[in-house]
């Protein structure tokens, strides 16, 4: 199929093709651009933006909506050669804490997998805590109350009677940590649970360890839910980035920083650490790799909003947008520390864990259980869970997107 417009052509043709085969014309024009971008054509590149332009909608079907998403990303990072005319477009752009919470509350509702994931690692913590009197749980991305108030509910049923429990939840604004630690306090006092909650304010990668506060005689644990990647790359702003080979020192550094994070943990000795992160390869050091790896998962992604929630749907708008929409732009136009969503396959964590002293601990038989029977309850057959080394995976059909994986200090 040729895709060049005749001289003067609007592309009207472009329009009156059916659904499939403005799908595959979509997917064509989007890697010829991205070929266009990577190599500097940026003529080129600029006729097949406008091509995409005529087929993409961010209200369309499936193909068109994540078309519209990758078009805008590569337009940015085309932007990002002219640095000042990139500020000048995003100078009044501000994210409001209130949105920010609202688009993961909608990821929340919208999909099953964070809800897996508070299943499986509540129960993880349940198993490592028996019989423990002083528990201190550290959540790496406290935003979300609804996990640990089901967790204080399990703990205050347990036999021998609730443990004293102490959440250290860290996140970077003050008040998403505030409203985190009225809720909690509020339900263990209905429960009659001793508990404490200890915010501290601050970015992930600025962590200081000291004010985690842990102490010797309490059992430790802690959650890291779609956190860890985010550190893989803050050291790659002292090198030139674009498509450079993949035995580059950008990937040697970003592992390094990632691996003095995981080492710090590691010092912590925890009973169990649980790690939850994207299952895809989003992390490859040429521009192809990103855009091809990064078309498989996400149309995995909005096709599983396709099968659940209805086209015209807000909700689902906010999601693809607020959420997916800037996570694509992220990994298709940003480089260096700047690019922040460099997800990894589950065996890339396990090596990487297993070389800063953490041990796998398998998930158990109880908790996978726990698992299936809520994926099972959410009445669509498209989520599928499977296990990997004692790890999970959970999948939209048979396209992994998401793994849960328990770990304890190997001294």
Sequence with gaps: MSLSP???SPYTWLRELKSEERGLALIHLLLTCA???AAGSLENANVMLDQISQLASPD???????AAYFNEALADRILKTWPGLHRALNSTRIVMVSEEILVQKLFLELFPFLKVSYILTNQAIVEAMEGEKMVHIIDLNAAEPAQWIALLQVFSARPEGPPHLRITGVHHQKE???QMAHKLTEEAEKLDIPFQFHPVI???ENLDFDKLRVKTGEALAISSILQLHSLLGLDDEAFPSPDSASSSPVSLTASMTAESFLNALWGLSPKVMIVTEQDSNHNGSTLMERVLEALYSYAALFDCLESTVSRTSVERLKVEKMLFGEEIKNIIACEGAERRERHEKLD????????SGFGNVPLSYYGMLQARRFLQSCGCEGYKMREENGCLVICWQDRPLFSISAWRSRK
């Excluded at 369309?60 to 909506?65: A, I, L, P």
């Excluded at 890339?348 to 070389?355: A, C, E, G, M, S």
């Design 35 to 37: 070929n266009h971008v």
């Design 176 to 178: 998403i940590l505030e």
């Design 202 to 204: 601050s970015k992930l």
């Design 60 to 66: 369309g079907d499936t193909m068109q909506r994540i």
């Design 348 to 355: 890339k964590w396990i090596q990487r864990l297993d070389l």
């Design 6 to 8: 005749s001289i003067g």
